[in-house]
């Protein structure tokens, strides 16, 4: 399927220059799961995620003009100024994806330089921040040739385009609410692309905490790729849109009126359905380990101890994203360094909050 309004035909070609552009994309945590979907990147079900703000990526992309035409996608790609050719077959795959919108990209050698604020290897998936950025980067490429291209257009197809790469990071370009995936209550949403969330939010979760517990730093021994494919045939695959559509509907009001215990009800119920999905898919698989449970385990009974408006929820992955307002800040803060921290792998997490999305920066 190709969509007519992304195709970008620029009237002449002979404008070419060479330079830079950098831009920083954050990382994003779904509230309502995004778990399958079918060709090309369009989801079963809608999706909102909080954007985050210290986790992300910065890339640059250096674009040089080809002394001679040709067809091929011409890149090297590099982490921390380390050339990391193992990278080039998802870029490929991406550059391939996109140049029916962006035909330009054949015109050009580009170096991408790229920079994750996260530990790597953490768990944290970088395929979000790190598709958001390139495809913004890319489109500050157009906009050299296409000026006059709106602010709304220009972030729209970026968000299109970061799709491509990874269904996820189409919601990595605003915040602090981005929903992705068409949904008969929220005006404008679209499979095609992330948007700003358009209805009203309570002012305690435009200031919300999600401290990231590394629990278990290794690679996953199933890729958020297959597990998307293992959708297609499940058994409760449409049981699972269908709750999904359902809890998006419900989380309206929860976000509008700032009701932080159903807020807790849909988030958790979301985190633990699509583990479930995982975990009866065919062949079946685990991505929480021990501590995962010990710390879920532990939120419950702080949460019943303390009158913390605290909860959890999990990516494709065993790291614990810890959701809190603000107001409760100082109290979940000590828990986590005094209690939930020996549950991670040295120890170690990192300190998040809500974020308003990505930055060009100047180079
Ligand atoms: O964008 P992908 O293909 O890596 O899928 C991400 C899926 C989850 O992180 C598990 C859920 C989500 O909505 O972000």
């Known amino acids: 399927m190709i969509e007519k309004k992304f195709i970008f035909e620029p009237s002449h070609s002979d404008s070419l220059t060479e330079g830079s552009v950098t831009w920083q994309s954050p990382s994003n945590i779904a509230l309502v799961k995004y778990w399958g979907k079918t060709d090309p990147q369009i989801p079963k079900n809608a999706s909102i995620s909080f954007t985050l703000s210290n986790c992300h990526t910065t890339t640059t992309l250096i674009y040089t003009p080809k002394s001679a035409p040709s067809k091929s996608f011409d890149f090297n790609v590099f982490l921390d ?96 609410l981005v929903v992705w995936g068409e949904h008969s209550n929220i005006f404008g949403s679209s499979d095609l692309f992330g948007i700003k969330y358009p209805d009203a939010i309570h002012q305690v979760f435009t200031t919300f905490n999600d401290t990231i517990l590394l629990v278990d730093k290794g690679v996953k021994q199933v890729s958020s790729t297959i597990g998307h494919k293992l959708m297609l045939d499940h058994p409760f695959a449409q049981a699972r849109f269908d709750q999904a559509k359902d809890n998006m509907s419900r989380l309206i009001p929860i976000l509008e009126k700032g009701d932080l215990d159903a807020f807790i009800d849909i988030v958790e119920k979301e985190a633990l359905s699509l583990h479930a999905m995982m975990m009866t898919s065919d062949p079946y698989f685990i991505l929480m380990k021990p501590n995962t449970l010990e710390i879920i385990e532990s939120i419950w009974a702080f949460r019943k101890s303390s009158g913390c408006h605290i909860c959890f929820t999990l990516d494709a992955g065993a790291n614990v994203h810890v959701l809190f307002p603000e107001r409760d800040k100082k109290r979940v803060d000590e828990f986590i360094k005094e209690e939930l921290a020996g549950y991670c792998q040295n120890k170690q997490f990192i300190s998040d909050h809500v974020g308003s999305g990505a930055k060009s920066v100047a180079s």
């Open 81 to 176: 100024g380390i050339e990391k050719q193992d990278f080039a077959p998802k870029i490929e795959e991406f550059f391939k994806r996109i140049e029916i919108y962006l035909p330009f990209i054949t015109d050009y050698t580009f170096e991408i330089h790229t920079e994750n604020s996260f530990p790597h290897s953490s768990g944290i998936a970088s395929s979000a921040s790190g598709m958001s950025a390139l495809s913004l980067c890319l489109m500050s490429i157009q906009k050299i040739v296409d000026p006059n291209i709106s602010e709304s257009d220009f972030i729209e197809k970026a968000s299109f385009l970061a799709r491509l790469g990874s269904g996820s990071a189409a919601r990595s370009i605003e915040g602090p």
